[in-house]
């Protein structure tokens, strides 16, 4: 149980990222051509229920059913949230498909997001390779 | 009730629902969200020996509940795409089915594993967790996706009238 709990949350927000057609191309394309508002809405809904979820955590400092302190991780100031991002955003516009995605478009059945996530292994291990030669 | 769970969840009750990810990782397992390190960790396990310091230094146990929770993702669309929907989801358009599709799918792709891990995050980790815990590095970060993917948007109107 340990372990599969993060299996089971991975199913619950898998469920609820392919009902909300967030995983489909057409949505992603419909954002960037501000044909309809529904990724901004799902994205600040999600961000303000977020938001109220650490807020009480902060507040309430739980323990998780398996009496492990909740740690709430901050990430530090680097370019490369500049830099990165932007290229992120190209290739999320190209593929439709933002990493969450790759991975429901492959249990949905859609066999070509393997050509995504063999990109995407390819962006990542390109990266480790590059880390030293690139601003941080 | 059925026909609205079989049809697509408005934003208002998906939007919310993505939100509760984030407190349900930390409550009931102190984790915090976020998918595209995954990417980190699969290239880590394919080359074990790697010499390179962002492979070899990857803790694969730590890491273990990352690739639980996207193998989850991948199940749990099977299970809304089997059982939760009335019609087929159509993930990619047919045009993508095609030698230049899968082209724009490897090289997109590219870009969106390379742009991550620089960035060190994506839309669940920077978008949804970061913002919703008020980060700056975040708040920029989601700024760059979106001028990245409006330029994007912006030259695929201009070079190719919008639809590729």
Not at chain 1, 11 to 25: A, N, P, Q, R
Not at chain 1, 60 to 76: A, D, Q, R
Not at chain 2, 98 to 105: D, H, I, N, R, T
């Amino acid at each position: 149980m340990r372990q599969l709990r993060y299996l089971l949350m991975g199913m619950y927000f898998g469920i609820i990222l392919t009902k909300s057609e967030v995983v489909t191309w057409h949505k992603i394309r419909a954002m960037f051509y501000f044909r309809e508002p529904d990724l901004y809405l799902i994205i600040g809904s999600a961000v303000a229920v977020g938001a109220l979820c650490v807020w009480l955590i902060r507040r309430s400092k739980p323990k998780t059913p398996f009496g492990e302190e909740v740690t709430i991780l901050s990430t530090p100031m680097h370019k490369g949230v500049f830099y990165g991002g932007f290229l992120f955003g190209l290739g999320w516009f190209i593929t439709g498909t933002c990493p969450g995605p790759i991975y429901a478009q492959l249990g949905g059945g859609e066999f070509f997001a393997l050509f995504t996530l063999a990109g995407a292994l390819a962006g990542a291990y390109a990266f480790a390779w590059l880390k030293p030669k690139l601003p941080d | 009730m059925t026909t609205f769970i079989l049809n697509p969840w408005p934003w208002w009750i998906s939007g919310p629902l993505i939100g509760l990810t984030v407190g349900l990782l930390l409550f009931l397992g102190s984790r915090n969200l976020g998918v595209s390190s995954s990417f980190r960790h699969l290239c880590a396990l394919a080359f074990p020996k790697s010499s390179l310091p962002y492979l070899a230094t990857d803790n694969v146990r730590e890491a273990s509940w990352n690739l639980l929770f996207v193998a989850g993702i991948a199940l749990g669309a099977f299970v809304a795409v089997r059982f939760l929907s009335a019609h087929p989801v159509e993930f990619l358009p047919q045009h993508y089915h095609s030698l230049s599709g899968a082209l724009k799918l490897l090289g997109g792709g590219f870009l969106v594993g390379l742009g991550t891990r620089w960035a060190r995050g994506c839309t669940s980790g920077h978008a949804i967790m970061g913002l919703s815990n008020f980060q700056k590095p975040s708040l920029y970060a989601v700024l760059s996706f979106f001028a990245g993917g409006l330029c994007a948007a912006l030259i695929a109107k201009i070079f190719f009238g919008a639809l590729s």
